[in-house]
Structure formats: structure tokens, C-alpha cells
């Protein structure tokens, strides 16, 4: 497995935590080629938001799997916290995601084998840490689930599995948290609360944050707005927008 190191040279300006550079993706099938996106270049500095749009199929979700080095560019690369993704095999990619790499989904992805405690102390067993109980249930008590360590996401509302998914992924203090319309699965209230709580955790630890949504109102709540329309992207970055 490849090594990889994020060490600055002395004196150097720090690097985006991400950059974006010059990624095409295209899928060839039996009707011809279908460019997803096309010359993306964006770089984002720590703590900085931003919120990706567009249309449904418009390859969203594509460009996060991307940044996360889940999928791989036709062309191009992503350097997170100053390491080429692509260019290290995929044992390095995963074990620097389990490193920097917080991830909320629409669905949750909870284990339904497991209590909400046992699916945040997960990613913290993974890396070895002999707090991870505790840490786990300090996390889920911040979310306001304190009360629900030892319940099944079975029984839990959509709320709460939401709520147990963004403990688990703030558990590990990423660098980076990429989320894929984590309120899709939710009524506006239920939506609005968990948003809320996010933002306030992407504060409170200084995470870079990643969100791709829909909702218009989401996005403006970020610094910066990428929408992407046939593969391409333009940015709208409001400066009056503090830092979430």
C-alpha cells in the first residue's frame, strides 16, 4: 500500500484541502460515449462550504464520488489535503478516506445489525482507537440522542438514523465531510433540524464541508454555489456568507 504524507515544506503556503483539477468523466456503452462532466477545476480551502447543484442526472453525485476517489475520472485529478488521489492504488485511497473523509447519505447506510453506539464506534474501531465507546456515545449525545445508544436504526425515525449517520461521521473529525442529499429522505421540518445540526458541528470542528442538494435554500446557506449543467460548472460565491 502506497504511503502517503501531507507535511508542507517549510514555509510554504498551505494547499487546498481540495482541488479539483481538469476531471472529465465519459461512460461508453453500446450507444456511444456519454460525457458526465467535462473540464471540472475548483479548489476549496479549510473550513470553506460549498454546495454543488443542478438537475437530477446532471452528475452530482458523480463529482462527490469523484472527490472522494470512490469513482475515478476518465481525465484529470483530485488532490485531497495535497495527495493525488489517483495516483496511489485503492488500499491508500481507502485507508486515507478513513483518515480525512466524513460521508452522509440520503439513505443513511446505517448497519441495521447494530446499535446507533455500535454504528458511530465503527470508524473509530477501524482506526484503532481504544475510546472509541466512549467517544461514540459523547458524539450521539451532541446529536441529542443520548437517550437511544442501545435502539436499532429499525425502530429509530428518519430523523434520528439521519441524526446517528452525522454522528458517525463527525465521530472521526474529518478534514473533509461530503455529504449526498442528506435531507432527501426527510420532511422539511425533520429536514431543517438536521441541516441545522450539521452546519453547527461543521463549525464547531472547522470541516471542510461538500454538499450536493436540491434544495436552493440548503445551498445559499453555503459560501460558495458549483451548478452543473451539461457537465460544466459555474460558480456563484456570495463573500457575505460567513463561515458555517
Not at 453500446?30 to 467535462?38: N, P
Not at 477501524?126 to 467517544?135: E, S, T, V, Y
Amino acid at each position: 500500500m502506497t504511503d502517503l504524507s501531507t507535511e508542507p515544506a517549510p514555509g510554504a503556503a498551505p494547499a487546498p484541502i481540495i482541488a479539483v483539477e481538469h476531471v472529465f468523466k465519459s461512460v461508453t456503452d453500446s450507444t456511444g460515449t456519454l460525457d458526465i462532466l467535462r473540464d471540472i477545476d475548483f479548489a476549496l480551502a479549510a473550513r470553506e462550504t460549498v454546495a454543488i447543484v443542478g438537475a437530477s442526472g446532471s452528475g452530482k453525485s458523480t463529482l462527490l464520488s469523484i472527490i472522494a476517489g470512490l469513482d475515478t475520472p476518465t481525465r484529470g485529478t483530485v488532490r485531497l489535503a495535497g495527495q493525488d488521489l489517483f495516483a496511489v492504488d485503492e488500499d491508500a485511497r481507502a485507508a486515507w478516506r478513513a483518515r480525512q473523509v466524513g460521508f452522509v447519505f440520503q439513505s443513511f447506510q446505517l448497519l441495521g445489525n447494530l446499535t446507533a453506539l455500535e454504528n458511530v464506534m465503527l470508524p473509530l474501531e477501524l482506526a484503532g482507537r481504544k475510546d472509541a465507546r466512549a467517544q461514540a456515545a459523547e458524539m450521539l449525545a451532541r446529536v441529542g440522542l443520548g437517550q437511544r445508544l442501545r435502539h436499532y436504526p429499525k425502530v429509530l425515525s428518519g430523523g434520528e438514523q439521519q441524526r446517528v449517520a452525522l454522528a458517525r461521521a463527525f465521530v472521526v473529525r474529518p478534514a473533509v465531510l461530503l455529504a449526498d442529499e442528506p435531507t432527501g429522505s426527510l420532511d422539511f421540518a425533520t429536514g431543517a433540524t438536521v441541516m441545522e445540526l450539521m452546519f453547527e458541528l461543521n463549525r464547531e470542528l472547522g470541516t471542510t464541508l461538500v454538499l450536493v442538494t436540491h434544495d436552493l435554500a440548503i445551498a445559499a446557506r453555503c459560501q460558495r454555489r458549483l451548478t452543473i449543467d451539461a457537465g460544466r460548472v459555474t460558480e456563484d460565491r456570495d463573500e457575505r456568507v460567513e463561515a458555517l
